[in-house]
């Protein structure tokens, strides 16, 4: 059982825009940043969004966070195939000293 | 560009201890920490601990302490994770990440490609 929740799946149609929840509670989200990674699987994670909002160099414009008390967001706009993944929700947690992740959600493009 | 190449594939036993390396380049090795995460087979991700390779401070997630020791060797820019008395349940896939910093925020910005330990009599 994952510290941080979030759906299992979601699907959206290509081009349309779809989020992804997270939530937490005042240890880890409301008083840590987020980040979010995507996982093709198969292969290792990796980083898409950065100190709850910001994006690496080299990702997509298409993909926004945000955060607000103790949950946070993923959105995918202009949804492509090859956006299928799983993603992952991740935050420091201050009771447990240490990183604690959501459980993934897989994204289906229909 | 930023590498971190591990170890290949590892079969023990119950019981038994294993080692997993981690070779980054292109980047001065000292000046970030590394971290390692383990996946088990259909599961999501889960943080085992870090190593800051310039002092050689760690930390680890509590749930693994006493049986996990990282260690680096900063004249081969190489980062170790031992994890000992093995049980059926460490069977995973375990990757080391380079751990950057923003705004007093850490994050996981590059991953090696994986390392998959198998626990098994």
């Known amino acids: 059982q994952s510290v941080l929740t979030q759906p299992p799946s979601v699907s959206e149609a290509p081009r349309q825009r779809v989020t992804i929840s997270c939530s937490g509670s005042r240890f880890n989200i409301e008083n840590n940043a987020v980040n979010w990674y995507q996982q093709v699987p198969g292969k290792p994670p990796k980083l898409l969004v950065y100190y709850d909002h910001l994006l690496p160099s080299g990702v997509s414009d298409r993909f926004s966070g945000s955060k607000s008390g103790t949950s946070a967001s993923l959105a995918i706009s202009g949804l492509q195939s090859e956006d299928e993944a799983d993603y992952y929700c991740?935050?420091?947690?201050?009771?447990?000293?240490?990183?604690?992740f959501g459980g993934g959600t897989k994204l289906t493009v229909l | 560009q930023v590498q971190l190449v591990q170890s290949g594939t590892e079969v023990k036993k119950p019981g038994a201890s294993v080692k997993v390396s981690c070779k980054a380049s292109?980047?001065?090795?000292?000046?970030?920490?590394i971290s390692w995460l383990r996946q088990a087979p259909g599961q999501g991700l889960e943080w085992m601990g870090w190593i800051t390779p310039y002092n050689g401070n760690t930390n680890y997630a509590q749930n693994l302490q006493g049986r996990v020791t990282m260690t680096t060797d900063t004249s081969t820019s190489t980062a170790y994770m031992e994890l000992m008395s093995l049980r059926s349940d460490d069977t995973a896939v375990y990757y080391c990440?380079?751990?950057?910093?923003?705004?007093?925020?850490?994050?996981?910005?590059?991953w090696g490609q994986g390392t998959l330990v198998t626990v098994s009599s």
């Open positions: 292109g980047y001065t090795f000292i000046t970030y920490g």
């Open positions: 990440a380079r751990r950057a910093i923003f705004g007093g925020a850490y994050y996981f910005d590059n």
């Open positions: 991740a935050s420091w947690d201050d009771s447990l000293n240490g990183w604690v």
